[in-house]
């Protein structure tokens, strides 16, 4: 019972006191096995419930289908492992590409696998849209599914939000600092790669990883 509480004591300082959840966690060593069970659980829940309480609307519209049946009950089971293993790549391919930002930057503070339990801390706020999906598709009820997707919007920028603390907590460097590092060169690092590859194909993507690489090694290097 005494887990039970502590447990739900860390998630709503999460939610309330980020930055004193993010430093207590960082301080206290504690495993990042409970916020990654929250991020796999609502990377399912969103993949899942959405996917299927779309097709569930949909297939209540006398549309012509074509015997198309057992390929939307197909897409509809796996939505919610596809949701998950997408999700687990986007979680380690941006905490990566945050953790190198900020050896760019020139800090040296913090460790990875550290963000990497911060970030999932950080989708907690996504649990509430989650929910809304959860009602909506057992009450049969589109509207609020509809709802559910639209506040999806505001809760993923909370989420950022907290992604930005969390940086700024884990490497110890202030919220202007974080916010470069999170957001704004992640967002160039996906654009040049974007570009490359749009232009090169797999090569140029090959290009920029190497690239990256390199500019980690010689900030590391030389810093």
């Known amino acids: 019972m005494r887990e039970i509480e502590d447990t739900l ?5 999460v939610l309330t006191s980020s930055r004193e959840a993010f430093d207590t966690h960082i301080a206290e060593k504690y495993s990042s096995a409970l916020p990654l069970a929250i991020y796999i659980s609502i990377s399912f829940s969103l993949g899942s419930i959405v996917t299927k309480g779309i097709l569930k609307a ?22 919610g492992v596809i949701g998950v293993a997408g999700s ?23 460790r990875w ?10 989708s907690l706020p996504l649990v509430f849209p989650a929910a809304l999906a959860a009602i909506s598709y057992v009450a049969s009820w589109f509207s609020l599914l509809i709802m559910s997707l639209v506040l999806i919007i505001p809760f993923s920028l909370w989420s950022l939000y907290l992604i930005v603390v969390a940086t700024s907590v884990n490497y110890e460097i202030s919220l202007g600092h974080a916010l470069i590092a999170s957001i704004v060169i992640p ?14 194909g797999a090569i140029g993507l090959i290009i920029a990883i190497l690239g990256l690489a390199a500019l980690y090694a010689w900030r590391r290097w030389y810093s």
Not at 88 to 110: F, K, P, Q, T
Not at 113 to 122: A, E, K, P, Q, W
């Open 9 to 13: 004591y860390r998630l709503g300082k």
């Open 113 to 122: 696998d550290d963000l990497v339990g911060l970030i999932s801390y950080s």
């Open 88 to 110: 687990l790549i986007n979680l380690l391919v941006y905490a990566s590409l945050i953790h190198i930002s900020v050896r760019i930057m020139g800090y040296g503070e913090g």
């Open 187 to 200: 967002v160039i690092i996906c654009l040049i790669a974007g570009s490359l590859t749009a232009k090169l």
């Open 58 to 79: 949909v297939g209540s519209i006398p549309l012509p289908l074509y015997n198309l049946g057992w390929m939307l009950e197909l897409i509809a089971n796996l939505s």
